[in-house]
């Protein structure tokens, strides 16, 4: 029951927290579980976008309408990403990206037995997001910071490092928003130096919220 705001518009939605294979039975991961981005996807098949959804959760419930596609880690991701950016009119990067990853992956589950130390050897995974704000066209661009403290100084920092039109600071120091609940308590950050920050509420709301915002900042 949307009012068409994003009628013919291509959305490109990240979700959920990338997971980086050590070994064939064992990966480094974090707490994200996609429900945020999720709800940007239902939000914008509301207001009549195509959505094409990328994401690390499988076990939650397919958006009706969206265009579906499953990955595992960070360059896989980036894969998916380059793939569907240049036909895309809006890229919501909500996913919880893993900064590093296991220098070399194990053919074998690797033994306890048979390791000589047990330290984990990590490379830099790419930024996808400062990738896309590199080579934007006329997209807009959308990115998200989880972050515990000063949250508006670092959001800014990264909504003009990565050259974005929409920056979502998160606060995730308290355990009622953030990772996994059901709600979230987000500031929204653009180029013009506006922020509009919102008290806790359901991360439905927020998608409905950010979808707005993105409408408003095509026109
Ligand atoms: O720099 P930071 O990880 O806090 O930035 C968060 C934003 O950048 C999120 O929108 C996230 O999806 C994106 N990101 C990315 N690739 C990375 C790390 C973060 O696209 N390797």
Redesign the pocket.
């Known amino acids: 029951n949307g009012r068409g705001l994003l009628k013919g518009k291509k959305v490109l939605i990240?979700a959920g927290g990338t997971r980086e294979a050590i070994d064939p039975v064992r990966y480094i991961g974090n707490y994200s579980s996609g429900k945020m981005g999720y709800a940007i996807a239902r939000a914008a098949l509301r207001e009549g976008a195509m959505v094409h959804l990328i994401s690390t959760n499988p076990p939650l419930p397919h958006p009706e309408g969206a265009d579906m596609e499953y990955v595992s880690s960070?360059v896989e991701m980036k894969q998916a990403v380059d793939r569907q950016y240049d036909t895309s009119d809006v890229v919501v990067?909500?996913?919880?990206?893993?900064?590093y990853r296991p220098a070399a992956v194990a053919d074998q589950k690797i033994k306890k037995e048979t390791m000589t130390s047990p330290d984990l050897k990590l490379t830099l995974?790419?930024?996808?997001?400062?990738g896309l704000g590199e080579r934007k066209q006329n997209q807009v661009l959308v990115?998200?910071?989880?972050e515990t403290n000063d949250v508006i100084a670092h959001g800014r920092e990264?909504l003009v490092r990565?050259n974005l039109d929409l920056l979502v600071a998160n606060d995730v120091s308290s355990p009622e928003s953030g990772f996994h609940v059901d709600e979230n308590q987000v500031s929204l950050l653009t180029p013009d130096g506006h922020v509009s920050s919102y008290p806790r509420m359901a991360k439905e709301d927020i998608g409905t919220l950010i979808i707005e915002k993105i409408a408003s900042i095509m026109k």
């Open positions: 990240t960070a990067m909500a996913a919880a990206v893993a900064d995974n790419p930024d996808i997001l400062l990115g998200f910071a989880a990264k990565k």
